[in-house]
C-alpha cells in the first residue's frame, strides 16, 4: 500500500497515467478506512497524504485531460458516427431508451462508458430535461456496482434547515419530531450509487459537509458524534455553470474539482435532432404501454412540427407532449392535441391588428388571437421565413452554402424551410434567370459599343 503513495505521476505526460493514479488512491483510501491492521493516527496520516496528492493530481486534470485522451482512440478516427454507435450497443453498453449518432452525445456515451467500472465521482452537465438522471442511472448500470441501490436526491428541493438530516441522518431527540434514528441518504447507498441532482442549488453549509464526505468517506447524524463509514459512488448534475458560480464564490471551488473528476456534458434537443424522430416512436410506445391503449398515429402537419420545434424543455419536453396527445388523441394525434401554446399558428399580418383608422375592430382582432404568446411565436415564424428568403436569395438557392454561412445542419436547414414551404430549386431558377438577363444586358450593352 505504501508503494502507491510513493509513485510519482509518469513523466511522459500521459493522460491516462492521472486517472489511473487517481483510482489508486481512491482504492488506497477506501482499503485505509477498513483497515484493522494500523492504528487510528497511521490511518489518519496516511489518508491525510493521500488527500493531499488527490488534490494535486486534480489540478493537473483540469481539464479532465486523461478522460478526453481516453476518448480519442485510433478507432474513433476511422469510424462513422453510425458505427460508434453500433459499437457502443454491441459492447453491451446498457442503455434504456434511444440515442442518434449525434457526435457530442456519442462522446458523452463513450466517457461514461470508461468511467463507469471506475468509482471515480462524475459530474454532469446540460440544460434542464436533457437526461442527466438517465445519464447517471447508465453510469450505475454499466459498473461495478449495478446491482447494489442507487438513490436519487433532488439537492433543491430539501430545504436548508432539514438538508444534513436528509443526506446524513439523524438520531432520536437529536430535534423536535425526531422520534426515532433515522438512515440519511449516503447511508441508504452504501456499496451504491447516490446521484446528487442540482448540486449547485446546494447552500454553502451543505457543500462543506459534502466535502467531508469526499475526504472521509464517512458522515455523522444529526445529534450523533459517532462516525459512520459509507462506501459510495457519487454522480453529481447540475444545469449551471459551476466553474462560474465558484469564481463568483457561491460554489466550493475545493468541492467542483473533487466532483468533476470526470465531467459529462449532454447537448441540448435541438443539437441532436437525428434523435427526435426515434425519441417520438420510443416515447409513443412508451405511452401506449403505460395507458394500455395502441400506439396514436400522427398526422404528417403534426409530425412536421414535432420535427422542427425548438423544445426549450429538451427531452422532458418531447416526452410530456407525447403522454399527451396519446392520452387525448384517439386513433390519430394533430396539432390541435399539443399544449396550447406550443400550437403553431398561421402568420400574423399587421391588417389583423387594425391601423389607424380602425381602432375599434382593433380590439375584436387582438382577442382573435389565442394568447400574447401565440403572437410572438408567429411574428418569429414570420422573421424566420423571412431570414430564410433573403439567405437563399444570396446564395442563389444553394441549401449548403447558406447552412455553413449561417453555421447550422443541414438537415435542420432543410426542416426549417420545409416548414415555411420554401424550395431551393425556385431560388436556383431565379438566380440563374437573373443571370442570364444579366448576360443579355452585357452582351447588349458590347454590340452597342462596337
Not at 487517481?22 to 482499503?31: D, F, G
Not at 441532482?197 to 472521509?216: H, S, W
Request: charged share 30%; net charge neutral.
Amino acid at each position: 500500500m505504501m508503494k502507491i503513495l510513493d509513485q510519482q505521476p509518469d513523466e511522459s505526460g500521459s493522460a491516462l497515467s492521472y486517472a489511473g493514479l487517481i483510482e489508486k488512491i481512491e482504492i488506497l483510501r477506501s482499503t485505509l478506512r477498513w483497515s484493522s491492521r494500523l492504528e487510528r493516527a497511521d490511518i489518519e496520516k496516511l489518508l491525510k497524504q493521500a488527500s493531499s496528492l488527490r488534490d494535486e493530481v486534480m489540478q493537473m486534470s483540469h481539464k479532465e485531460r486523461f478522460v478526453q485522451a481516453a476518448v480519442v482512440e485510433p478507432l474513433r478516427g476511422d469510424q462513422s458516427r453510425g458505427a460508434r454507435r453500433q459499437a457502443l450497443l454491441a459492447r453491451s453498453f446498457i442503455f434504456e431508451g434511444t440515442f442518434g449518432d449525434n457526435p457530442k452525445l456519442l462522446e458523452a456515451l463513450e466517457i461514461a462508458e470508461k468511467a463507469a467500472p471506475t468509482d471515480l465521482p462524475v459530474l454532469i452537465d446540460g440544460e434542464s430535461g436533457t437526461g442527466k438522471e438517465l445519464m447517471a442511472k447508465v453510469i450505475h448500470a454499466n459498473g461495478s456496482r449495478s446491482d447494489k441501490p442507487f438513490i436519487s436526491v433532488n439537492c433543491g428541493a430539501i430545504p436548508e434547515n432539514l438538508l444534513e438530516s436528509e443526506l446524513f441522518g439523524h438520531r432520536k431527540g437529536a430535534f423536535t419530531g425526531a422520534t426515532n434514528d433515522r438512515k440519511g441518504k449516503f447511508e441508504s447507498a452504501h456499496t451504491g450509487t447516490i446521484f446528487l441532482d442540482e448540486i449547485g442549488e446546494l447552500p454553502l453549509t451543505g457543500q462543506v459537509k459534502l466535502l467531508r464526505v469526499l475526504e472521509a468517506h464517512e458522515i455523522q447524524r444529526v445529534g450523533s458524534d459517532e462516525p459512520i463509514g459509507v462506501d459510495t459512488r457519487i454522480v453529481a448534475a447540475t444545469n449551471r455553470n459551476l466553474r462560474k458560480l465558484s469564481e463568483q464564490g457561491t460554489f466550493r471551488e475545493d468541492l467542483f474539482y473533487r466532483l468533476s473528476v470526470i465531467h459529462v456534458t449532454l447537448p441540448p434537443l435541438r443539437e441532436r435532432r437525428d434523435e427526435i424522430p426515434l425519441l417520438i416512436q420510443y416515447f409513443g410506445d412508451e405511452a401506449a404501454g403505460a395507458l394500455k391503449r395502441r400506439p396514436v398515429r400522427i398526422t404528417p402537419k403534426l409530425r412536421d412540427f414535432l420535427l422542427t420545434y425548438a423544445y426549450p424543455g429538451n427531452i422532458r419536453e418531447l416526452r410530456n407532449v407525447m403522454y399527451r396527445i396519446s392520452c387525448l388523441a384517439g386513433d390519430i394525434a394533430d396539432v390541435d392535441h399539443l399544449p396550447t401554446d406550443m400550437r403553431p399558428t398561421p402568420p400574423v399580418s399587421a391588417s389583423m391588428f387594425g391601423g389607424a383608422n380602425e381602432a375599434a375592430n382593433g380590439a375584436a382582432n387582438v382577442r382573435n388571437l389565442l394568447s400574447l404568446s401565440d403572437a410572438k411565436r408567429a411574428a418569429s415564424d414570420e422573421a424566420e421565413k423571412a431570414f430564410l428568403q433573403r439567405g437563399l436569395q444570396e446564395v442563389g438557392g444553394t441549401v449548403a452554402e447558406l447552412a455553413r454561412r449561417v453555421d447550422m445542419n443541414r438537415s435542420h436547414l432543410q426542416m426549417l424551410l420545409k416548414k415555411h414551404g420554401l424550395h431551393s430549386k425556385d431560388f436556383r431558377r431565379a438566380h440563374a434567370q437573373a443571370n442570364a438577363r444579366k448576360d443579355d444586358e452585357e452582351a447588349n450593352d458590347e454590340a452597342d459599343i462596337g
